[in-house]
Structures are given as C-alpha cells and as structure tokens.
C-alpha cells in the first residue's frame, strides 16, 4: 500500500462521519467542504469546476450519483507530493470524526492523546474497508505501549473486556481501540501521565517514523566547539535540536547509502565518540556513556542498511511482514477449507461405493448359502471314503511307532554304552595324573636327600680340619700347655655342638628316609591302580594295552655317591669313621 494509500483511511473516516444516514452518500455542499479542506491541507490547488462536473445532482435529491472515489483519486491523491504537514492532515480528518463517534470526557487520556492513538490505529489497520485492526495488531501495539510505559502486558489483564459487535471476528474499530486504551482495560491502576507518555513514544516511531532521540554532543564545523544538542534518528535522516520541545532545528544529517559511522578513539577529552561520514562532510558525536554510544551507532548502521537495501523504515517492514504472515495463513486456511471439501465430497463417494458393495455382498452370501449346502452333502460322501482311509492310516501309525520305539531302546542301549566309556576314559585320565603327581613327590625327595647328604659331608670335612688343625698345635709346642688346655675345652665345646648338629642332620636324613618310602608306596599304589584300570579297559574294548611301570627300589647315596657301597660296607665305614673321629676328639 503506498503512500496515497495511507492517507484513504483518514478520509474515510471523514466521510463516514460525514454519512449520517448511514447509506454511503454525503450530500454536495459537505463533499465541496471536504474536497476544499483537503487541498487546503495537502497544498494542492482546488478546482471547483472540475467538482461541479463530476457531482451532479440526480432526481431524488442532492447526493453524489457518481461516487467520491473516482474524484478523490483523480484530482486530489494523483496530484500529492511530500511536502505538505500528514499531522496537520490527520488532525483535520479527526476533528470532523472523534466528537461523533467517541466522548474523551469518560477517558484516562485527554482528546490530544485519543487523536494519536487513532493515528497508530490507521497506521495498523487492514486495508479493507470498513477500517478495523485485527488480534495480531492489537497485541502488537499494547506490547509496544507497555514496553514503552516500562511494565509488562499480558493477554490476561483484559480479559474481561469485551469486542462488542465485532467478537466473532476477533477485531476492534478506531473507536474501540480508542476505548480499549482510555480506559485501561488492558492494565489495572493505570497512571494517566505514563499512559499518555506511552502513547506518545509509540505515535513518535510508528507515526512520525522517530527511531532513536536523545542528548548528545556535537562537535561544530567552523568554531569546533562542543555543543549538547537533541538529536532525532528517522529513516532517512538524524536531526539535530536544541532542546526535547524540538522548536528550533539547527540542522539535519541526510543519510543514504553511501553513509557510513564508525567508532572513535576518546581524544580532547571527550569520550564515547564516533563519526557519521557522508559524502560532503563529516560530523563527530559525543555520547554520554558507552551502552548510548553503542545504541546509536547500531542503529544509524540498521537506517544505512535498509537505505542500501531499498527498504523503508523498521516497522513499516515488520508491518508488512505480518501482513504477509496474515494473508499466507488465510490462503493457506482457504486451501484446507478447499481440501477438507474434496475430502468430504471423496468421502460421500466411498459411502456410495460401500453400500454397493454391501448388497452385492449380500448377494454374494445367499448364492455362497445355496453352493454351501451343496457342498455339505458332497462332504458328507468324502467324509465316508476319509474315514476308511484314515483307518488304513491309523494301522500303518501303530506299526511305524513300534518300529520307532525298537529304535528307540536301541539307541538308548547306544547311548548308554558310550556314557560308560567315557566315564572309564575319565577316571584312566586321574589314575595317570596320581601317577605322574607321585613321580613329582619322589623326585623332590631324592633332591632333597641329596641336599642332606651334602650338607653332612661339608660338615664331616669341617670336623677333619678341626682334628688335623689340634695335633699340629699339640706337635709344635708343649710350653702353651695351659693355653692349648682351654683352646681345647674351646675345641671341644665346638666339637660337642657338631656333634649335636651331625645327630640332628641324622634324624633329619632317617625321616626323608621315612617320607622317602612313603612316596615309594605311594607310587607303587598309583602304579597298581593305573594297571587295575588299564586292564579292565582292556578287557572291556581288547584294544587297549597299558605299559605297566617296572618295580623301582630306591638307591643308596653317601657321600661317595649313589650306590657305590653294599649296606655291609656302608656301616662299617660309618663305624670306622665314628670311631676315629671320638679318638680325636679323647685326645
């Protein structure tokens, strides 16, 4: 919708009110008043003539015949330009509408602040007539009112507040906008200073397209000094003023394209600067802290960017994005209108092809009846031949099943025949493993009796030295009588405790003895048993034949080694040998 566009609804408004009767005609003089305001307002030249001609009276009485529309279009919109005051124009077409159709009197807010709301209301409007605003817009405008007003909105805080005519439709007019807000229903305990201050923030962006204003420093052209200013960011420009009253204006910053701002080191002493170059000069900018520093270089960026991209002011764009929003729902909720017709339609037609096929099922059944019949009797005569067949069957079963249970007992006998050699194998498998443990055991005794015996040689040679080391001392010297006396009580107690230690490496070597032909037996026991079960497997299968161990007596072994004296020889070298070393020790 452009620009003409917009500026219908407040006419539309006017001429409404101008309606009295309700029927979509205004008289003549009304329309002339009308048309003559409007140029007026908009700087266009009036030409009466041309409203002569185009309105003429008709038989019944003094009404537009030919509509206002097509004069409206052709002699006053086509013939805008940008130049004349939208709120002065506004503000006309409101003062011919409010005092019909609302009272301000009964209202939070004043007639001032009621005539702004109804500008935001033709601002969000839908572009049907008659004018009405619809649930988004109305959400979307208390939550821009509250975010203004510094509180939060919720659905909920007007929920008693009921649509009047328009409920079903989920939609306000100008006038129950204006009512919905001056009465606060949509807040409880309302101020009416901060409503009013609310209201206006919102008319200043969605109605005078005011972005961003505040104070600032500005650094000048000519003297270089810096000035505090009121600066006022709109789409396409950032004004400069004196003071918030924005009377006097000491100038504007054109903002296109190819602008550009950009941050500024702090220098001179001024801080949170930045710079807007344009492309005849250059302005730089005080802000008063950081955070407003950088709200305003985003959002001078955000107007450059928009200018780039051929988009007009921010809210402007999210109101037509809404609107598509709104449209693409309804076409979309028309085409599921339309499928659920098709669906519906295509249902009716599978209920018609479902009924014919329930009496032709129907039809079915009574011939399946008649060919049911018949085949029971052709049944009743298969029966009979079954019958004898099943028989010849049952005997032939019986034989079969005793032929299997033969089988059966065989199998069994199979079964248990292999269980009980394997249980033979198994305990042929533990006879082996004694027999092999048995042969660990002896041969750990043998080395152990080895060690034994080596160990009373060390110490038979250790009791020799000592005697031959006594009769060289006797030899060399019989003046240490005295001292040789005690060396040999010394030597004697010595030889007593070896002799002590050779009765204990005796006992020690009579019991491996003794462990020594336990372990014997042992094996021997093994070695009986391996050959009791080897010749019960043998006789059970006649094909296994066991090497029997042969009978092992155990070796002797002294100190001159294993074997290398009879038993006789043997103790008369330990006598002899006992013998001569108690005549050492007597002398």
């Known amino acids: ?180 807000v001056g009465m606060g229903y949509f807040r409880q305990s309302m101020n009416r200073q901060i409503l009013s201050m609310g209201i206006n923030e919102v008319y200043q962006e969605l109605i005078l397209d005011v972005l961003k204003q505040g104070y600032m420093m500005k650094k000048g052209h000519k003297r270089k000094n810096w000035t505090e200013r009121w600066f006022v960011l709109r789409p396409k420009s950032l004004s400069y003023y004196i003071g918030e009253d924005l009377v006097e204006n000491k100038g504007d ?79 979309g909720e028309v085409d599921l209108v339309e499928r659920m017709k098709q669906l519906q339609t295509a249902n009716e037609s599978k209920q018609r092809q479902l009924e014919i096929m329930r009496e032709k099922m129907e039809e079915a059944a009574a011939k399946a009846a008649l060919e049911g019949q018949r085949r029971e009797k052709t049944q009743l005569d298969l029966q009979d031949r079954y019958r004898l067949d099943l028989e010849r069957e049952k005997m032939a079963r019986q034989q079969m099943e005793e032929e299997v249970a033969q089988k059966s007992n065989e199998l069994e006998q199979y079964l248990q025949r292999v269980r009980e050699l394997e249980e033979m194998y198994h305990q042929l498998e533990e006879a082996l493993d004694d027999e092999r443990q048995a042969k660990q055991d002896e041969e750990t005794m043998r080395k152990l009796q080895a060690r034994l015996l080596e160990e009373e040689a060390s110490k038979r040679a250790e009791l020799e030295q000592i005697h031959f080391q006594q009769q060289r001392a006797l030899s060399e010297t019989e003046t240490r009588n005295q001292e040789l006396v005690a060396e040999r009580l010394d030597k004697e107690r010595d030889l007593q405790a070896a002799m002590l230690q050779l009765e204990r490496l005796e006992r020690e070597r009579q019991g491996a003895m003794v462990q020594y032909e336990e372990v014997s037996r042992k094996l021997e026991r093994a070695a009986k048993k391996t050959k009791t079960w080897k010749d019960k497997v043998a006789k059970h299968e006649g094909l296994v034949g066991l090497i029997q161990p042969g009978h092992k007596t155990p070796q002797k072994i002294t100190n001159w080694g294993p074997a290398s004296f009879t038993d006789a020889e043997l103790e008369i070298r330990k006598k002899g040998t006992y013998g001569a070393f108690l005549r050492a020790s007597i002398v």
């Open 1 to 180: 919708m452009g620009f003409p566009d917009e500026l219908l609804k407040p006419i539309w408004h006017a001429f409404t009110a101008l309606d009295t009767d309700n029927r979509g005609k205004v008289s003549k003089s009304q329309l002339k008043v009308l048309s003559y305001n409007l140029c007026t307002v908009m700087k266009i030249p009036h030409d009466p003539v041309a409203l002569e001609e185009h309105f003429k009276d008709d038989d019944k009485g003094p009404l537009s015949n030919q509509g206002y529309m097509p004069y409206l279009s052709r002699f006053i919109l086509d013939k805008v330009q940008d130049d004349f005051d939208v709120v002065e124009f506004n503000k006309m077409c409101w003062t011919l509408c409010y005092k019909k159709n609302i009272c301000t009197r009964n209202l939070l807010i004043s007639d001032e602040t009621a005539f702004k709301v109804w500008c935001i209301f033709n601002f969000l409007s839908e572009d049907q007539y008659p004018l009405v605003i619809v649930a988004e817009e109305i959400e979307y405008f208390l939550c821009k009112l509250s975010e203004a007003m510094g509180c939060g909105w919720s659905e909920e805080n007007f929920q008693g507040y009921n649509l009047q005519q328009n409920t079903k439709k989920n939609c306000l007019t100008a006038w129950e906008l204006i009512e919905l």
């Open 253 to 331: 910053i054109t903002l296109d394209q190819n602008c550009c701002v950009e941050s500024l080191p702090d220098r001179d002493g001024k801080k949170c600067l930045f710079i807007i170059k344009c492309t005849d000069k250059s302005f730089e900018i005080s802000a008063s802290d950081k955070k407003k520093k950088h709200e305003w270089i985003q959002a001078i960026q955000t107007c450059i960017q928009m200018l780039r991209l051929g988009l007009s002011s921010p809210h402007r764009e999210s109101r037509r994005r809404r609107r598509e929003l709104r449209q693409r729902q309804q076409s």
